[in-house]
């Protein structure tokens, strides 16, 4: 199963979940560890960050 990071906008905490894609697909909003909100976002994986622009 793929890993998935998030991040929280409350608190700046980030967090990996494992999750399989149907249960990646149901869910939106992930609760926060921290502080229970859920106002979360996904993070982009770090194998993508590294195709980011050279100057
Ligand atoms: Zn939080």
Redesign the pocket.
Known sequence: MPFYDYE?K??D?TFTRQESFEEHERRRNLK?P????RKTRQLVSAAFVQTSKKS
């Open positions: 929280c409350e608190c905490t926060c921290e502080c229970g909100s």
